[in-house]
């Protein structure tokens, strides 16, 4: 009895270290993320954006200092939770009813434009025998909206993580390359402003990159380009829903099961893209300065994941896995420039 009273068994505190460990890999991401934001204000890595710098710290962080195991559920927590909540803000970006009124003729060159380009990329990454997974991130990527459409499809796809930072990396890239030199050929090309415009809108990858390229060209020229690009993230929703139909036809015809769960952050997507278009402004007045807010927030938000990521790649698999993709993405969006320059 009194060896028994004299025992009292210590518990040791599981959850709250694990909570403990959970918020400092949320905290870490936050802070890569935020060096990210004033890495980006550096010129030089002004042209990439805040998204392309965060990653390039993290890719760094990795490779001198290994993945930094101990906070492991949190970093994933932010490349997982918080990539969705932030495809789901991401949706008061896109006006419905804008592009509904006024951008369908723009929205049937978007729907050529983003078929294109998939299967172009697609089908060169087979002949170049590039990595099959990101080349498919790629095609999306080039063929709506950059890394917003690569965060949005990655779970769809069951993509890994290194594959998802690697080409949102090389979109970043390639997306600023091709922008700039927009700007740079624009006086010399036979196009009006409005034309100009269209051709920016529906073939460059990222909105930065759409807005960058067409802003030179004035007002009215930047409007249609941004309408132009608006349309191809409308297309995300029924081509997420496409991509996941064609998993689960491919899982079903390997293993006799499907493996797919619905993506619910796209209905978020839609909900919020509703409630920005038909809401906001008519019913709910909100300055163009909160709204200038959240932007940066949501897009601080998707920065973080990024981070989450980033962390996943390793330089010496770098080399080998994303070369091809590269050659595959860089000769696709060469041709969609000429391709959407004719259609203009």
Not at 92 to 100: A, E, F, P, R, S
Not at 191 to 197: F, K, T
């Given at each position: 009895m009194e060896n028994q009273n004299a025992k009292i068994v210590k518990k040791p505190l599981v959850n709250?270290?694990?909570?403990?460990?959970?918020?400092?890999?949320?905290?870490?991401?936050?802070?890569?993320?935020?060096?990210?934001?004033?890495?980006?204000?550096?010129p030089g890595?002004?042209?990439?954006?805040?998204?392309?710098?965060?990653?390039?710290?993290a890719v760094i962080y990795r490779q001198f200092f290994g993945y930094p195991e101990a906070i492991r559920s949190g970093i994933q927590f932010s490349a997982k939770r918080l990539l969705r909540f932030a495809i789901i803000l991401?949706?008061?970006?896109?006006?419905?009813?804008?592009?509904?009124?006024?951008?369908?003729?723009?929205?049937?060159?978007?729907?050529?434009?983003?078929?294109?380009?998939?299967?172009?990329?697609?089908?060169?990454?087979?002949?170049l025998k590039a990595d099959s997974s990101i080349s498919l991130l790629l095609g999306v990527g080039t063929g709506v909206c950059g890394a917003a459409a690569i965060a949005a499809v990655s779970p769809i796809l069951k993509a890994k993580d290194d594959d998802t930072a690697i080409s949102v990396g090389i979109i970043a890239l390639v997306g600023t390359v091709f922008s700039i030199t927009y700007t740079i050929l624009r006086p010399i090309l036979p196009?009006?402003?409005?034309?100009?415009?269209i051709w920016s809108g529906i073939s460059l990858h990222?909105?930065?990159?759409?807005?960058?390229?067409?802003?030179?060209?004035?007002?009215?020229?930047?409007?249609?380009?941004?309408?132009?690009?608006?349309?191809r993230v409308l297309l995300l929703v029924p081509l997420s829903f496409i991509l996941m139909y064609w998993m689960n036809r491919k899982n079903a015809a390997v293993s006799g099961t499907t493996k797919i769960e619905f993506p619910w952050f796209l209905i978020g997507f839609i909900l919020m893209s509703l409630f920005g278009s038909y809401v906001l402004g008519k019913y709910i007045t909100i300055s163009k300065s909160t709204l200038?807010?959240?932007s940066n927030f949501t897009s601080f938000i998707l920065t973080t994941a990024m981070v989450g990521l980033g962390l996943n790649v390793s330089l010496r698999d770098l080399r080998t896995k994303a070369l091809k993709p590269l050659i595959a993405m860089l000769i696709s969006s060469i041709l969609l420039s000429i391709l959407a320059f004719f259609i203009a």
């Open positions: 709250s270290n694990s909570k403990g460990l959970w918020l400092a890999g949320i905290a870490f991401t936050f802070v890569i993320a935020a060096f990210g934001f004033a890495l980006s204000t550096i890595f002004s042209r990439i954006g805040p998204l392309a710098s965060a990653i390039i710290i991401y949706g008061l970006k896109l006006n419905i009813d804008v592009v509904i009124h006024q951008g369908l003729g723009l929205i049937v060159r978007d729907l050529f434009v983003i078929t294109f380009a998939i299967l172009v990329t697609v089908w060169l990454g087979k002949l196009l009006s402003n409005i034309q100009y415009g990222e909105i930065a990159h759409v807005a960058l390229a067409g802003a030179p060209a004035g007002q009215d020229a930047l409007a249609i380009a941004l309408l132009a690009k608006l349309g200038n807010d959240i």
